[in-house]
């Protein structure tokens, strides 16, 4: 796996974080919660990115397709 995808998934959440915090402190809770689970689909995305690419890998090295 390589260390920028980690540091992609770690931004990412650190951003969610501070947002989720800066919206709560100023009572939107509901708004609050939707920046998280924006946070959580987009981590999502790159995780499954990610294990695609792996599948790609191993189909190559076992010669299959």
């Known amino acids: 796996m390589e260390i920028e ?3 992609k998934i770690a931004g990412v959440g650190i951003l969610t974080a501070i947002i989720n915090i800066i919206l709560k402190k100023s009572d939107k809770d509901e708004i609050a919660t939707f ?3 924006a ?3 987009i981590v999502l995305v790159m995780v499954l990115d990610m294990l695609g690419g792996l599948f790609d890998s191993l189909r190559s090295l ?3 397709y």
């Open 62 to 64: 076992l010669n299959l």
């Open 39 to 41: 946070g959580l689909i």
């Open 5 to 7: 995808s980690i540091f």
């Open 35 to 37: 920046v998280t689970l």
